[in-house]
């Protein structure tokens, strides 16, 4: 089905299942430990293996001698991979670093080996017996110094340009002009990235915890060199991804060359140590906000630098993004230069490009309000913009920012707030703080195979994955509202790469992606069921079990009874994206306490307003969203990889060292959903909400902490140490 | 993990001598950081005496007031014992202030006190690490310092000493009772019990070879308010940047002891009598010639500030 | 230190398949070595421990967690792997009435003790109060965190209602109140990268039967 018209009326408007809070249909699996993970799968074809990865112990270098005969003789040892006994590796097309390093390395903790033996503890025990020779070359590290001289990014990141800023910031009354930084984050989904490897032949099986498995299938047979017809991968359950899991890593490559080797399956999963320098991170920024208003707070000027690094062959952290739409403004630039670093592969992490730009945007936006003397509400609400800035033919095909920041500001009790350092409960300092949240709306063809058994059950089949995002659950929902079937009537497989391809789960494009696609298929099976049943022409109403045409009527089970009806069709995007801005919307609101003794910050309240189409499970999508809230207050308080720059890694490589957000951390949590629909973005008329939830929290967070203590810190995460000694004199 | 064999001990002084006899040998009790260390082949025991059978699990109360804690008591039974919880408060609060309910649960009064320091750098061991290899060098300096030590510390090593329950034993002058291979025992003071690394940071305590912590005494009460102060980047589940842990009287006068900030508790008696003078003279004679490091010169203001927490608190 | 294995340096080898020369898919001459490998089995002990009711004995490598016993060798996947250091409470389960982790336990020392997994709690059409209400309640997104933040709610109760302390009781000569700010921190061990802890708090208090 091709969507290059705005949806007209459909079925799912009767919004009879979709659109309704439904808890999961996976959920009695995953309560009660049932659901089966990557490394978890039983049914193999022979009795599995154990690998164990080694990495490289230096950053960047070649490996000079590899001496692995004391591993191959130890107790259980079945085979030892290396860069010399592989095989011929190529580089998938979503990887920057080779996955198996040698004799160059790349990265530290790049994977060098693994090791396949009967047991874990025999693999673990003998990873630690190989030695290695390196000779170690010098690198890039430190992003403040390689910034310097860093070119402009290019292709679609390349600079833009409308009117002329330069002039516009010259000539404004009133300008703001300052230096933002964010850190280097790591994903930390709770799974690790783990994969059970399985050859049957020239057949490859994988079992591995990935977002998108279609990529994953296809960067395994480009990176193993092997036909992508010989290639399943399997990912029914994920741990968790935010990004992290978006291509193929070291895991899947690992299990498979050791699966080869050893001539049975093979399972790896990746250590938690081994996570933070082995796999993705979402890089560290440095911006530079440029902003110019009139008196009266009507931007004129606005202008977004950032710079990041990646090895040599990656991109750029898009921080400036959001900066393009936000606000109106007659003369604007934005620009990213990357810089080449050794550091770990950066890459993409939930709302990569708005999750850091809105964390220094929006706190601009706060700076620039108060040197306006002007609510940070009403000058984002003056500054809105209906219409894409950079092209104002352009319209946005819903844009509801400005009621989501004034519902939010009257819910949150936005007007009881101080001027900062005015509130004290006992020794907690107490601020309020606001953030527009923003992220676009990317759509991506998305297929599904729909069945009808002769007991009138409903299969739903597509690679599509649920990373917790609710993905089984309104893929049940779209067939049930679609075919007028119950939701027990529905049957969801997912992640199985023999399966039409979909759009996966990256982007926050899935939801609605997927469940486009969905609708695709379902037409066609209900095409087929009045076909087969003989009830056309007319038009078709579905439920209860049975379809109706004029004043006939039928159970759609009868259809299938000579033998199961199968149809299988995608959904296409045509241009609308391009004759319409596709975007969600938000406004996050945040209550903190700031300990004026030790400056530790406790957050108290938060609220998010979404705007952002249909929802499809409220229950879900609410989920998504204070998920991405708590990942938000990580962002903002706590999260950083910390970076040696003279070894070149990241230090704090475990769940010790690298915080992420506590159960005492976070508060209740609310979230509204404007009701809406938007029918220029697909027939479900949804848009994403898991990455928007996470996009303005830091801002928010920040701009709470100046209102508390009136110390502004721009360089995240906001640990105590950046204004503990502003914080006024304690004895 | 390296292969190791496996014994459940019989008796104290038993598992003791074995421990000596034995090359590679070590105790077990809760696990919670010697499995961990293992794993990462930290810590390469060949042979591992479980010393979780032996009893000494009791609190029992000494003659002439103060507690005898068994080695073997769990963090969470410490803590929740009547008698800490009444007369020992920062004892309680110390513990609750540290690891996670389930770790509590396993852990033991004596393994906390033998915990290892958490620097990332002794962590790794592509790094080098005068602790984790003696002579290799410290990565620490010079490089990710924010969580290590600022006082106490050497040229050689500038790790912590992780402990919360340490931290509130030092205030509350414990001392660690322990037997030795040939059956003797003796109690060390816990002011003497961890020593500082100077040129041998592998060397972390006073225990000599085979040597076994059997209980921990606690002195009789000494009243006053008991306050465990613990400042972290995430409310709970993560390691001090600064802890104060004080027990201070009416009188304004008490004890007060820092963790985060060294290898072992830090305690300089001379500053107990400085605390009704308030936190700044206090935090200046306990860091008197402190070392910081460009990531860490903030514990200093932050131990201060917390002191000052502190003191306002037990004026309350 | 040595450079390669065998007869041919693996350095040449390397320069000859970086100029093209087909030698994908071979495997080097690792696996000859290995068909020698020494079999010296590791030290192994026995163990007999009671799961989920049932009794149970185990050959083990000595090395084996009670974690990985429970995976590998019981195959109860449930308890979930997440980091193998303590530091995430994904392995959580509940040992003679008390929660722990699995991952920093050895199995051999678990002789006689009665272990309480997720799968022990309630079966998928048969669910734990706790189950039902992480269900109601959405108190998960990818699952995988999830067992452990349910054997670690149950425990929780059970702990607040013995009169165990915590960070945030107020005065820890009292017994602590059956809050959600209690129930936060004694969960915080439990680590939900997804973010669901507004709505865990949730289906704890419902269980407890307090307001969240």
Redesign the interface.
């Known amino acids: 089905m091709k969507f290059d018209q705005p949806a007209g009326t459909n079925p799912i408007d009767r919004m009879k299942v979709v659109g309704k809070p439904t808890t999961r249909i996976d959920g009695p699996l995953k309560v009660t430990g049932h659901a089966p993970y990557a490394y978890e799968h039983q049914e193999l074809p022979g009795k599995p293996a154990y690998g164990y990865v080694v990495g490289s112990a230096v950053a960047k270098g070649t490996i000079r001698s590899m001496d692995t005969s004391r591993a191959e003789r130890a107790p259980g040892v079945v085979a030892v991979v290396t860069h010399r006994n592989a095989g011929k590796i190529a580089k998938g097309n979503f990887n920057t670093a080779m996955l198996l390093g040698g004799p160059k390395i790349q990265h530290y903790h790049q994977a060098i080996a693994v090791v396949v033996a009967e047991t874990f503890e025999q693999a673990r025990s003998a990873a630690a017996l190989i030695d290695v020779d390196y000779a170690r070359d010098g690198g890039a590290f430190d992003l403040a110094a390689a910034k310097v001289d860093a070119p402009d990014a290019t292709g679609s990141d390349a600079p833009t340009a409308v009117g002329d800023f330069a002039g516009a910031f010259a000539a404004a009354p009133v300008q703001l002009d300052q230096m933002y930084t964010t850190p280097d984050q790591s994903h930390a989904m709770m799974e690790p990235h783990a994969t059970i490897a399985a050859w049957e032949g020239d057949k490859l099986t994988v079992w591995s915890a990935n977002q998108m498995v279609a990529w994953g299938a296809g960067d395994l047979a480009r990176t193993l060199q092997i036909p992508p017809e010989n290639v399943r991968l399997i990912a029914p359950y994920i741990g968790g991804g935010f990004g992290g899991k978006l291509f193929l890593r070291s895991d899947v490559l690992m299990a498979s060359l050791g699966a080869k080797a050893a001539k049975r399956p093979v399972k790896v999963a990746l250590t938690r140590p081994f996570m933070g320098n082995n796999t993705t991170h979402r890089p560290a920024t440095i911006q530079r906000i440029r902003l110019g208003a009139t008196k009266d707070g009507k931007l004129t000027a606005i202008g977004h630098e950032s710079w990041s690094g990646d090895l040599e062959g990656g991109g750029p952290e898009s921080a400036t993004q959001q900066t393009k739409l936000l606000y109106a403004g007659a003369n604007r630039m934005t620009a990213l230069r990357l810089a080449v670093l050794d550091l770990p592969e950066g890459n993409a992490m939930r709302a990569p490009g708005e999750a850091p730009g809105l964390m220094a945007l929006e706190i601009a936006v706060d700076e620039l309000a108060e040197k306006l003397g002007m609510d940070p509400v009403k000058l984002r609400v003056i500054n809105d913009t209906q219409v894409d800035p950079e092209k104002p033919e352009r319209p946005f095909s819903q844009r509801n920012l400005v009621r989501c920041l004034e519902e939010g500001a009257e819910r949150f009790g936005w007007a009881r707030r101080k001027a900062p350092g005015q509130v004290q409960d006992g020794r907690w300092l107490i601020g309020m703080g606001v953030a527009a949240a923003f992220r676009n709306n990317l759509n991506m063809k998305s297929g599904a195979r729909v069945r009808l058994s002769p007991s009138g059950q409903v299969t739903v089949e597509t690679d599509m994955t649920d990373i917790g995002t609710g993905t089984y659950t309104i893929m049940a929902q779209t067939a049930a509202e679609m075919m007028g079937v119950p939701l027990a009537k529905v049957t969801v497989k997912l992640g199985d790469s023999s399966f039409p391809v979909s759009a996966g789960s990256g982007g926050q494009w899935g939801a609605n992606s997927s469940t486009a696609g969905l609708y695709a298929a379902c037409v066609k099976l209900r095409e087929a069921i009045v076909s087969k049943l003989g009830l056309g022409p007319g038009e078709a109403v579905f439920e209860n079990g049975q379809v109706h045409v004029g004043n006939r009527v039928a159970d759609i089970a009868a259809a299938a009874k000579g033998g199961e009806i199968v149809v299988e069709d995608s959904i296409e995007f045509g241009d609308l994206g391009k004759k319409f801005q596709q975007s969600t919307f938000g406004a996050h609101f945040v209550e903190v306490a700031v300990d004026r003794y030790t400056g530790e910050t406790r957050v108290r309240r938060m609220l998010a307003v979404c705007a952002a189409g249909r929802i499809l499970n409220p229950t879900a999508a609410r989920s998504q969203v204070i998920g991405a809230m708590t990942m938000g207050v990580g962002g903002a308080l706590m999260e950083e990889l910390a970076v040696d720059k003279r070894f070149g890694f990241f230090v704090n490589h475990d769940l010790a060292g690298y915080e992420v957000p506590v159960h005492a951390d976070i508060p209740h949590q609310e979230v509204v959903f404007l009701d809406e629909a938007d029918d220029k973005v697909s027939p479900m008329k949804a848009k994403g909400v898991g990455e928007l939830g996470l996009c303005g929290v830091g801002a928010a967070v920040a701009n709470a902490i100046y209102n508390a203590t009136g110390v502004r810190v721009r360089d995240y995460p906001i640990t105590l140490d950046k204004h503990l000694d502003k914080l006024g004199e304690v004895v | 993990m390296r292969p190791f064999t496996y014994e459940r001990a019989t008796s104290a002084q038993d598992a003791a001598a074995k421990v000596a006899a034995t090359p590679g040998a070590r105790f077990i009790a809760g696990g919670t950081n010697l499995l961990d260390l293992m794993k990462l082949e930290i810590e390469t025991p060949t042979h591992l005496i479980d010393v979780n059978g032996l009893g000494m699990d009791k609190i029992e109360a000494i003659d002439g007031g103060g507690l005898r804690i068994g080695a073997l008591v769990r963090n969470t039974d410490l803590a929740a014992d009547a008698r800490v919880r009444k007369d020992y408060g920062v004892l309680t609060r110390a513990l609750v202030a540290g690891a996670s309910g389930q770790l509590r649960n396993k852990a033991t009064t004596a393994g906390n006190l033998l915990q290892r320091t958490r620097c990332p750098y002794f962590y790794d061991v592509n790094m080098p690490c005068n602790k984790r290899k003696p002579g290799s060098g410290c990565a620490a300096i010079g490089g990710f310092s924010r969580p290590l030590g600022v006082i106490g510390t050497s040229d050689a090593c500038i790790a912590t000493h992780p402990s919360d329950m340490a931290v509130a034993m030092r205030v509350l002058d414990a001392s660690v009772e322990t037997i030795r291979p040939d059956g003797t025992t003796r109690a060390i003071p816990i002011a003497d019990f961890h020593t500082l690394p100077g040129q041998t940071p592998h060397v972390e305590t006073a225990l000599e070879k085979g040597e076994m912590i059997i209980s921990v005494a606690v002195p009789k009460p000494k009243g006053g308010t008991h306050i465990y102060r613990k400042v972290r980047d995430r409310a709970s589940y993560a390691f001090a940047l600064v802890s104060v842990a004080a027990v201070i009287g009416k009188d304004g006068k008490g004890a007060v002891a820092l963790g985060g900030v060294a290898p072992k508790p830090w305690r300089v008696e001379e500053a107990d009598a400085l605390l009704p003078k308030g936190s700044k003279v206090v935090a200046d004679c306990l860091f008197a010639g402190a070392t910081p490091r460009e990531d860490n010169a903030f514990k200093l203001t932050l131990a201060q500030r917390t002191i000052a927490a502190v003191l306002a608190e037990a004026k309350a | ?5 065998g007869a041919i340096s ?2 040449d ?2 320069k000859t ?1 970086a100029t093209g020369a ?10 000859v ?2 068909a ?8 192994h ?1 026995a163990v007999s421990l009671k799961i989920n009711g049932k009794a149970t004995r185990l050959e083990l ?5 009670l974690l ?1 016993a429970l ?2 060798h019981v ?16 392995c ?1 389960v509940i040992v003679n009435g ?4 699995s991952c ?3 199995a ?2 678990h002789e006689g003790d009665e272990v309480t ?3 022990g ?5 048969n ?1 734990h109060p706790m ?2 209400a ?3 309640h ?1 108190g ?8 452990g933040q ?1 054997c ?1 709610a149950v ?2 109760l059970e ?1 607040i209602r ?8 107020a005065d ?2 009292k017994p602590s109140p059956m809050t ?1 700010t209690e ?19 949730e289906a704890m208090a419902q269980v407890a039967g307090v307001k ?1």
């Open positions: 230190m040595t450079e390669g294995y693996r350095r080898v390397l398949s087909a030698i994908a898919g071979s495997l080097g001459p690792g696996n070595a290995m020698q490998a020494q079999t010296a089995a590791p030290p002990a490598d000595t090395r084996t967690t990985d995976r590998e195959k109860l996947t449930g308890t979930k792997k997440g980091c193998d250091h303590g530091q995430c409470g994904a959580t008390r929660r722990i982790n920093l336990t050895l051999v020392m997994t997720i799968e709690l309630g079966s998928p059409d669910l189950q039902a992480f269900v109601e959405d998960y997104q990818c699952g995988y965190c999830t067992p349910i670690s425990a929780v702990e013995a009169g165990v302390p915590s960070h945030v009781t820890v000569s959600t129930m936060r921190e004694r969960m915080s061990g439990n680590i939900c990268r997804c973010g669901a802890y507004s709505n865990i708090a969240a």
